[in-house]
């Protein structure tokens, strides 16, 4: 069983910047690719950004050139950093380790225009 728990959610004005963080427990981080997703109200959970075991990015055109997704396999965390925000990226964020049930309870983002 792995636990995963995203944090770095909250409340920011148009064009600024958060930078999520999602933790998992266990020792096999480093052998699955990484993903966050969004669901907005009303709309269809949605992939932001992967990751793969060897660092290969991949991005919904939506975010490309304003997120950038990383890892760090030492300490079993994966980052979103999201710049230049814009009110469409308000939606609950969520990461998952790829082709697993594994998922984190969420951290909610909201921009204000």
């Known amino acids: 069983q792995v636990q995963l728990v995203e944090s770095g959610g909250g409340l920011v004005q148009a064009g600024g910047s958060l930078r999520l963080s999602c933790a998992a427990s266990?020792?096999?981080?480093?052998?699955?690719?990484m993903g966050w997703y969004r669901r907005a109200p009303g709309k269809p959970r949605e992939l932001v950004a992967s990751i793969s075991t060897g660092g290969s990015t991949n991005y919904v055109d939506s975010v490309k050139g304003r997120f950038t997704i990383s890892r760090d396999n030492a300490k079993n965390t994966v980052y979103l950093q999201m710049n230049s925000l814009k009110s469409e990226d308000t939606a609950v964020y969520y990461c998952n380790q790829i082709g697993t049930f594994f998922w984190g309870q969420g951290t909610q983002v909201t921009v204000s225009s």
């Open positions: 266990g020792s096999t981080f480093s052998f699955y690719a």
